[in-house]
């Protein structure tokens, strides 16, 4: 079973505008970290934000927002004012384990277009 | 001052050839990966070190071995290449010890393009 779903292969947005990048999660870990990384067409991993298992605030880095509702096992990112350097694809990923062994799983991606 | 760095960056080779990536971060990371990203850029771990020990095997062929001199290189030889080994590679560290470990995010490479004809 997939343990971290991306449903939207592409996603079209207009510049300026925010847009939302669904993530839903697998496990049964009580303790877990969530990512969202981007991947440009030059081809680099960028770390974007992460949210905590545990952490009660949804996290913020500048533009960047995660939406995180535990009960739904759901982590969407949140884009806002998109700007043209945005497209790109973009992973959702878990981190879970414990001390014998941390392993982050991602998704299959979004791929992300901005329209000017 | 680069964080994570690869080499060589782009890999041309024939199939039954073996070849090394080289992957070195300067983070002071205790634990490095290593990940393939096939051509439908799904992203999938394929061995993980921490402080030179194999902690991580994702059922990978045989013929893929890492090797990691010291904590802050690891290498990936890949022995009699096969077309399906066409990817991209990364190599990625985090710290797993100490602090909040499950919430440290990786930092990665820039990736080897690897193509095998």
């Known amino acids: 079973a997939q343990k971290i779903t991306q449903t939207q292969p592409g996603m079209f947005v207009q510049e300026k505008e925010a847009v939302t990048l669904d993530c839903t999660y697998d496990t049964s870990d009580q303790s877990y970290g969530l990512f969202w990384y981007k991947q440009p067409s030059s081809g680099e991993m960028i770390f974007l934000i992460y949210q905590g298992s545990y952490d009660e605030q949804n996290a913020t880095e500048g533009r960047y927002s995660l939406n995180f509702q535990k009960a739904r096992k759901s982590a969407n990112l949140v884009i806002s004012a998109s700007q043209l350097g945005d497209s790109a694809m973009y992973f959702c990923a878990m981190r879970e384990g414990n001390t014998g062994g941390f392993k982050t799983i991602f998704g299959a991606g979004t791929r992300l277009f901005v329209k000017a | 001052d680069t964080a994570v760095s690869q080499t060589p960056k782009y890999l041309v080779t024939q199939m039954g050839n073996d070849k090394s990536i080289k992957c070195e971060q300067n983070?002071?990371?205790?634990?490095m990966y290593w990940y393939k990203q096939d051509s439908k850029k799904f992203l999938k771990i394929m061995f993980s070190y921490n402080n030179k020990e194999l902690i991580i095997n994702e059922t990978v062929p045989n013929r893929f071995s890492p090797k990691s001199p010291d904590k802050a290189h690891l290498n990936l030889h890949i022995n009699s290449l096969e077309l399906g080994d066409s990817a991209v590679y990364f190599c990625?560290?985090?710290?797993?010890?100490?602090?909040?470990?499950?919430?440290?995010?990786?930092?990665f490479g820039p990736g080897t393009r690897l193509t095998v004809l």
């Open positions: 990625a560290s985090s710290q797993d010890r100490g602090g909040r470990i499950i919430y440290n995010e990786q930092f």
């Open positions: 983070l002071g990371h205790d634990t």
